[in-house]
């Protein structure tokens, strides 16, 4: 148990929707990263927050959205969604910038 | 940004049998990370190996680094099933903020 709590383990919903991934950091750790992975993109970066605030942006398109809160846990805001964002999104939490990360076991989103 | 490779893509051995993996990067980096992923799970980490050091051992894991030729390679030794799994390199961005992963290397271990 990696101590990262990732809800919920599985979505299914339709295109256009918008849903919310939520993500419980292991305590204490200040850094919470946001990755997607699928088969043919493998796993890409999405946004990281330190301590509440954005810290790096990756390959994040502008309907996805995220933010920390101030107990750190954070939610991915994904709308309009498409097929082609079914994937499994994953939260990881370290304790400092560029260390160790830790996973959750992801969210397997299904967009029907 | 900077992104490791792994090579093979797939690899397949007896239990028993070594197996190697390894993993090319584009630029300077201060440290440079395994993990495994078993099929639809997260990722957990495996080592980490700073700049400095070149060679690092942990259980049936040995990990090697040459900064000279931006690459490392990871050995698992005497393998066993269990250690089927995706195996990826990690190398922070250039701005140290977030971690970059390689495709991958699915690693498949037969009884």
């Known amino acids: 148990d990696s101590g990262v709590t990732q809800t919920p383990k599985h979505l299914i919903t339709a295109t256009g929707q918008r849903v919310t991934l939520r993500c419980s950091p292991r305590s204490g750790d200040l850094s919470v990263y946001w990755y997607q992975q699928s088969l043919d993109q493998g796993l890409q970066f999405l946004i990281q927050?330190?301590?509440?605030?954005?810290?790096a942006k990756g390959n994040i398109l502008e309907r996805f959205s995220a933010q920390q809160f101030p107990d750190l846990h954070s939610e991915l805001n994904l709308s309009s969604l498409e097929l082609g964002d079914s994937a499994l999104y994953f939260c990881?939490?370290?304790?400092?910038?560029?260390?160790?990360?830790?996973f959750g076991s992801g969210t397997q989103l299904s967009v029907l | 940004s900077q992104q490791g490779e792994e090579d093979p893509q797939a690899l397949s051995i007896q239990e028993g049998e070594n197996a190697t993996m390894n993993c090319s990067y584009k630029t300077s980096i201060n440290n440079l990370q395994w993990y495994r992923q078993n099929s639809g799970r997260g990722l957990v980490h495996l080592i980490l190996?700073?700049?400095?050091?070149r060679e690092k051992h942990s259980g049936r894991l040995r990990v090697t680094l040459d900064t000279s030729k931006k690459s490392s390679s990871l050995l698992i030794t005497a393998s066993r099933a269990a250690d089927t799994a995706s195996y990826f390199c990690a190398t922070p961005d250039n701005y140290g903020q977030n971690f970059v992963f390689g495709p991958g290397t699915r690693l498949s271990v037969l009884p």
């Open positions: 927050y330190y301590n509440g605030e954005e810290r």
């Open positions: 990881a939490s370290s304790s400092h910038r560029a260390g160790k990360l830790f």
């Open positions: 190996i700073r700049s400095n050091e």
